[in-house]
């Protein structure tokens, strides 16, 4: 017969039923008085840190594991040697990453933008990271297919902020860089033809059509700027980068 203990988590579940198909988080005091996030699962929940890594851990006595790794390759270059991940080091890589996910999902969630796009950062830098010192392409691709996703939850999250931040034009840059960068991701993949047909392409495109009809904004200081220079008007240009300059 198992013993008694206090250590079951009905009491933080109470209350809280578990919605498939929504993202349900929440801000929680602990018992030392720091903020804590949880995220609401199938089976339970999950408890992650506001800042440095979900987990609270220092690996290796770095904040991320990414930045451990970072420290390894630089090592590795001021020796003069190559530097690939291993196996140990591909499975912390990844634990990384869903860590680094289930908070953005909860700041997305709670609406914390600028911490949502923090995170996605964090994740498209060690994207990178990983791109360029995997072991093989498998493992390369096995995090490749989700680099769009990244940058689609990232564009919403600025677009937002910027909305938050009354600046609409802004916001409207921030979806057009995000497509941006998803048309460069498309690209890379050989599959441009794909792009229109894309969920997450599609409902970024409606962000910014409802975000010009909203505002009556046709086209923003940076799309007139980028046209006055693409037509060698510099005139125009200077005057349009002087009012970029004062709007932000």
Not at 84 to 99: G, I, P, S, T, Y
Not at 134 to 142: F, G, I, L, Q
Request: hydrophobic share 35%.
């Amino acid at each position: 017969m198992p013993r008694k203990t206090n250590q079951d988590i009905d009491e933080p579940l109470r209350g809280w039923p578990f919605k498939p198909g929504t993202a349900q988080a929440r801000v929680v005091q602990a018992a030392d008085g720091r903020e804590v996030l949880q995220l609401r699962v199938d089976l339970g929940l999950l408890q992650l840190e506001t800042s440095g890594r979900p987990d609270g851990a220092t690996p290796h006595g770095f904040a991320t594991y990414f930045d451990y790794l970072r420290d390894q390759g630089q090592l590795a270059r001021k020796r003069n040697r190559p530097f690939a991940l291993n196996d140990e080091q591909c499975q912390e890589a990844d634990r990384e990453f869903v860590q680094y996910y289930h908070r953005r999902v909860c700041w997305l969630a709670l609406r914390n933008y600028a911490q949502a796009v923090a995170d996605a950062d964090h994740t498209l830098a060690f994207m990178d990271f990983v791109r360029e010192h995997s072991p093989n392409d498998e493992y390369t691709e096995a995090h490749e297919q989700y680099r769009g996703f990244v940058l689609f939850q990232r564009t919403q999250a600025a677009a937002a902020l910027r909305v938050e931040a009354d600046d609409p034009e802004g916001a409207i840059d921030e979806v057009r860089a995000g497509l941006d960068n998803m048309h460069t991701f498309f690209v890379q993949h050989e599959a441009e033809e794909q792009m229109d047909d894309d969920a997450m392409v599609q409902h970024l495109r409606k962000i910014e059509q409802s975000l010009r009809e909203e505002h009556g904004i046709q086209a923003t200081l940076r799309e007139q700027l980028d046209r006055a220079v693409a037509n060698e008007d510099y005139e125009a240009a200077a005057k349009l980068r002087d009012a970029l300059r004062r709007r932000q």
